[in-house]
């Protein structure tokens, strides 16, 4: 899957989803819309007539996506995992990653494929799944039904969606090192103003989420704070740091810098009702994990999830809109952008008629 030039900028402020911090999560300055590699997402779930299942999950693409993702699977746990490295017709490694469960009839299925980390499995990519054995007089049925949680985006990426798309309007393709003073300046304010305006979104999510919630004034003081400590961000040398391939550590270090500041912002307010500091905490705890939720999606809108669906018997109905079943095999392909907002769910029945 193919990046733009912008893309790429904020790809080298990326941090990995797996050691972010509370400080790093809270304010990566207009470095973590981090659009990585594609990466591909293929599950497979074979149900055997007695009801016992099988799913293999594998994870394709850069190393770094797959192992610092999401889906990191329980070590130790119930998965067996494997991982295979190899190199693409580009000469890039690929490392294809392959976790394999088996589900006794009746037992749950797993619901996230984030392993022992609490945080990270509330903020990953969740669904349920139900299968069914429906004895009949002309036989038995199956039936299977997913349901990929909704992601929350509109909320924080409308207004990321639409920065981007002006700034594409305005440059296209045209590559950062081609670019005059003024236009690079003009990318740095643009990356300035996306992460503003994500970390106001998150912050009011967080706000909402606290006990007790902000009150108005409260919320107002908050977002004025955290634009204010943006706007203290030097376009100039933004654009030192972007053009230089050795500044991975003073980028790291400005982050801390404006972390710092947001946090000292966020607790001047807050903690002027509360003399202990905990809604400032609650604040910066919930922020964090909003931070974390939003950086998953983001990193799902990259990646080509496909699902196949191995049932005994003859698929008699489903919801799949790729491809007809063959026999008791059906199969679904849909984009990480396909969670937005709304659950995906996925269907599909078989029949066994009795011998």
């Given at each position: 899957m193919g990046k733009n030039h912008l893309d790429t900028l904020l790809e080298k402020l990326a941090m990995p989803i797996s050691q972010l911090s509370i400080k790093q999560t809270i304010v990566l300055t207009a470095a973590l819309l981090a659009a990585t590699?594609?990466?591909?997402?293929?599950?497979?779930?074979?149900?055997?007539?007695?009801?016992w299942s099988r799913i293999v999950v594998e994870l394709d693409g850069d190393p770094q996506d797959v192992m610092e993702g999401d889906a990191s699977f329980a070590d130790p746990g119930p998965w067996s995992v494997d991982d295979e490295f190899r190199t693409n017709n580009d000469g890039e490694q690929q490392l294809c990653r392959t976790a394999i469960l088996d589900i006794a009839p009746g037992a749950p299925f797993p619901t996230h494929y984030a392993g022992n980390d609490e945080e990270l499995s509330k903020a990953s990519l969740t669904m349920t799944t139900e299968l069914t054995l429906e004895q009949r007089p002309d036989g038995t049925y199956y039936h299977f039904k997913?349901?990929?949680?909704?992601?929350?985006?509109?909320?924080?990426?409308?207004?990321?969606?639409?920065?981007?798309?002006?700034?594409?309007?305005?440059?296209g393709d045209k590559d950062f090192e081609d670019m005059d003073r003024d236009e690079r300046l003009e990318v740095a304010r643009t990356?300035?103003?996306?992460?503003?305006?994500?970390?106001?979104?998150?912050?009011?999510?967080?706000?909402?989420?606290?006990?007790?919630?902000?009150?108005?004034?409260?919320?107002?003081?908050?977002?004025?704070?955290?634009s204010q400590a943006f706007e203290n961000i030097d376009p100039a040398r933004m654009v030192?740091?972007?053009?230089?391939?050795?500044?991975?550590?003073?980028?790291?270090?400005?982050?801390?810098?404006?972390?710092?500041e947001i946090e000292r912002r966020i607790a001047g307010i807050l903690d002027n009702e509360d003399a202990t500091g905990g809604r400032t905490q609650a604040f910066l705890q919930?922020?964090?994990?909003?931070?974390?939720?939003?950086?998953?999606?983001?990193?799902?809108?990259?990646?080509d999830l496909e699902f196949t669906l191995k049932l005994p018997g003859t698929i008699v109905?489903?919801?799949s809109l790729n491809e007809a079943p063959e026999g008791g095999s059906i199969s679904w392909a849909f984009g990480g952008g396909a969670l937005h907002d709304r659950d995906h769910v996925l269907m599909a029945s078989?029949?066994?008629?009795?011998d």
């Open positions: 590699g594609c990466l591909k997402r293929r599950e497979t779930i074979q149900v055997q007539p007695d009801g997913r349901v990929y949680h909704r992601r929350a985006w509109a909320e924080v990426g409308y207004f990321r969606t639409k920065l981007m798309e002006e700034h594409a309007t305005r440059f990356l300035i103003n996306v992460e503003s305006t994500k970390t106001v979104a998150l912050s009011q999510k967080a706000a909402r989420a606290i006990q007790p919630r902000l009150n108005q004034l409260e919320w107002l003081a908050v977002r004025q704070g955290i030192e740091l972007l053009g230089s391939p050795d500044s991975g550590a003073e980028i790291q270090a400005q982050v801390r810098l404006i972390s710092e919930q922020l964090e994990f909003q931070r974390l939720a939003f950086l998953i999606s983001e990193d799902l809108n990259d990646e109905g489903h919801n078989s029949f066994v008629p009795h």
